[in-house]
């Protein structure tokens, strides 16, 4: 069966700080990898998505995520976060063909301004 | 264009009644997920619905039901409430091709809390 892990669930930075956040999964065959961010009263949206090609995919608002396959991780990254980006950020899986989205426990991220 | 809406926003009901939540998709969506998001477990995967069929589960009980409508709309049920069923509940949108164009829209969620 399918699984993420975010082993940071609390992180907390200050502004211009660099942020990387964890995510693994847990699957033997192809998948799609996703970044989805909920900011305080807000829905979930998607940040950015990895389905082939360069591993390293740019998203909305500065972030980047890499996937290494050999280490079946899918790291989100921002060089400088600002305050704005407070939020709870979720790593997602889907197998192509099984119409099933996994999501990771989420990361709680706090910028201090 | 108009999001995913869901109805009602806030729920509360007592153990052992049931529920019915709606959820109306992003218009030319054919697709609706269901997510159950609680503090510490994230997001879990309810069900899947594409034109009116289900394509897949998670691995909840079977007290959790759902259905689609001709028009995409889509409900689920939950019978004989337990403590546990307290949660948000969230359904999201997509044209349900999963290429690489396609995203989940999630709407604002169902606050269901069970006394």
């Known amino acids: 069966a399918q699984s993420v892990s975010q082993h940071n669930h609390h992180v907390i930075l200050s502004e211009a700080a660099s942020l990387e956040l964890g995510c693994n999964y847990s699957?033997?065959?192809?998948?799609?990898l996703f970044w989805y961010v909920q900011y305080p009263g807000q829905h979930l949206q998607l940040l950015l998505k990895?389905?082939?090609?360069?591993?390293l995919v740019k998203g909305i608002k500065g972030f980047e995520a890499e996937f290494i396959k050999s280490k079946f991780s899918f790291n989100l990254r921002k060089p400088s976060v600002q305050w704005s980006d407070t939020a709870e950020y979720f790593c997602a899986v889907n197998a192509p063909g099984t119409y099933k989205y996994i999501f990771g426990t989420g990361t709680r991220l706090k910028v201090l301004a | 264009k108009a999001g995913v809406t869901q109805t009602p926003r806030y729920l509360i009901k007592t153990r052992g009644q049931q529920v019915t939540l709606s959820c109306s998709p992003i218009?030319?969506?054919?697709?609706v997920s269901w997510y159950q998001q609680t503090p510490g477990q994230g997001l879990q995967f309810l069900f899947e619905?594409?034109?009116?069929?289900?394509?897949n589960k998670g691995n909840f009980p079977g007290r959790f039901s759902g259905r689609q409508f001709s028009n995409s709309r889509s409900e689920m049920n939950v019978s004989t409430l337990e403590l546990g069923d307290s949660a948000l509940y969230l359904c999201?949108?997509?044209?349900?091709?999963?290429?690489?164009?396609?995203?989940?829209?999630f709407g604002p969620g169902t606050r269901l809390t069970v006394l």
């Open positions: 619905y594409f034109s009116e069929t289900q394509r």
């Open positions: 218009s030319g969506h054919r697709s």
């Open positions: 999201a949108s997509s044209t349900g091709t999963q290429s690489l164009t396609d995203t989940q829209y």
């Open positions: 990895y389905f082939s090609g360069d591993p």
């Open positions: 699957y033997g065959g192809t998948v799609n």
